[in-house]
């Protein structure tokens, strides 16, 4: 499973990695994160607030943190 985190590398967008790292090895879900940080690749997934999130190429999230619940449900329903 591919995750994509979006933004410049604000503080949000590294609490929202770890969180997303935290909650796969919780769920035991194999995932490689990926940092997309250029405006364009950014915009290209139809953000336009940061820090967002994609899995599977789809944006779940955008402009907030989600939940660990919400990251976990996304997450198993990926795998």
């Keep these: 499973m591919t995750i994509k ?9 590294k ?4 969180l997303v ?6 769920s035991g ?3 490689v994160i990926e940092k ?3 405006l364009p690749g950014i915009m290209g997934y139809g953000a336009m607030q940061t820090p967002g999130l994609v899995i599977d190429e789809k ?3 955008s402009g907030r943190i989600p ?4 990251i976990a449900g996304w997450l198993q329903a990926g795998a």
Excluded: H, P, Y
């Excluded at 985190?5 to 967008?13: E, F, N, P, S």
């Excluded at 609490?15 to 770890?18: C, D, I, T, Y």
């Excluded at 790292?21 to 919780?26: C, D, F, L």
């Design 5 to 13: 985190i979006l933004g410049t590398g604000c503080a949000r967008c």
């Design 15 to 18: 609490q929202l990695e770890a």
């Design 21 to 26: 790292a935290q909650v796969a090895k919780e």
């Design 29 to 31: 879900v194999d995932l």
């Design 36 to 38: 997309v940080t250029d």
């Design 59 to 61: 944006l779940k999230a």
């Design 67 to 70: 939940s660990k619940g919400e």
